[in-house]
């Protein structure tokens, strides 16, 4: 088995690039990734110098890029995508250029190819936002999509573009829509991994609003567990949603955080609320429970406490990120 990883570079890319490697040791894989700012070969360096691992870098924009990293492959996975909402709301265009172009891009190039099946990682942000006063109602692979930031709605032209190729051209593709993952290697613009490097260094934990905002969240190496099985076992043309179990708004993951590294709750600080601000995510997860027997098996209380353990451990790794002046002078959360 030959698979093209798009995006391999990035937080959920590269733990499912190590996770695949370490299960399939006979697989190739073929890592297809611009760099951008998020994007961090260091994440890779175990894999660096196995033979069944090449990496290519390259836009998924640019079809004679694409083309080339694809020839070969029997299987794609599309991770590569512009993620930052609050980035989509000053700059959309990108947003734009990268996840519906260059998801067309592959699209296009994957069946000129005809390869045996592609998958599709999408978000839950594409269906909008869920009721705080109750919590029975969650996403599923029914929900009428409804997105609210540039960055759902482009996320949401990719996820209507695959389904086009599946109906149309009978192409043999996959979705899944997940919730918010956290654990090693997340770049710290995101909400986790930015409180956890700033109570380290004892600045403040920059909480939207009230702090009242929910979202569901998913371990990372759960999330490829559930990919796997997609690629695996998956039925061509299906949605599949995938959830952790775990609803958390900021005041509990900011409270969460400072309690198990003994720092001071003084850190919270409220900030203005985003524009258009989502209140809850929350996904059921029923359909790939029933059907490839998948469920989340790290609960949020053992998550967090390994995703710190390893911001701990590699404070090299984050530290050279956030030395860097973009993020010096605009640390932002994104859930």
């Known amino acids: 088995m030959k698979i093209l990883v798009t995006g391999g570079a990035g937080f959920i890319g590269s733990n499912f690039i190590i996770y695949m490697m370490d299960k399939y040791p006979n697989y190739e894989i073929v890592n297809l990734d611009k760099l951008t700012y998020a994007g961090n070969l260091e994440n890779l360096k ?44 000053n700059e959309p265009s990108v947003f734009i250029q990268t ?50 930031s540039p960055y759902s709605a482009s996320k949401a032209g990719s996820d209507h573009l695959v389904r086009a190729y599946i109906e149309t051209y009978n192409f043999p593709a996959t979705i899944s829509n997940c919730t918010n993952n956290y654990g090693p290697l997340q770049f710290p613009e995101k909400i986790i991994p ?36 997609i690629i695996h076992k998956g039925r061509i043309g299906e949605t599949y949603c995938i959830g952790g179990d775990s609803e958390k708004n900021g ?20 900030v203005e609320d985003r524009k258009g601000h989502d209140m809850r995510y929350a996904m059921n997860h029923s359909k790939i429970t029933s059907e490839l027997g998948w469920k989340p098996s790290v609960s949020f209380e053992e998550g967090i406490k390994k995703t710190i353990h390893w911001y701990e451990t590699n404070k090299p790794w984050w530290q050279k990120i956030i030395s860097k002046e973009y993020l010096n002078s605009n640390r932002e959360t994104k859930k």
């Open 46 to 89: 175990e894999v660096e110098g196995n033979p069944n691992y090449t990496f290519i870098h390259g836009d998924i924009c640019d079809k004679k890029i694409v083309r080339h990293a694809m020839k070969g492959c029997d299987l794609v996975v599309h991770f590569a995508a512009e993620s930052h909402v609050d980035k989509s709301i």
């Open 99 to 148: 996840n519906v172009v260059g998801t067309e891009v592959l699209l296009e190039v994957a069946k000129e190819l005809e390869i045996k099946r592609f998958h599709h990682i999408s978000t839950d942000e594409v269906f909008g936002t869920l009721p705080l006063d109750n919590l029975k109602v969650k996403f599923n692979e029914t929900t009428p999509y409804y997105p609210r």
């Open 251 to 270: 005041l509990e993951i900011a409270d969460t955080i400072l309690d198990i590294l003994d720092k001071p709750k003084t850190l919270k600080t409220f």
């Open 194 to 229: 930015l409180f956890i490097t700033n109570a380290f260094e004892n600045k403040p934990l920059p909480i939207y609003g009230k702090g009242k905002a929910v979202r569901d969240y998913l371990y990372v190496i759960d999330h490829c567990v559930a990919i796997d099985l």
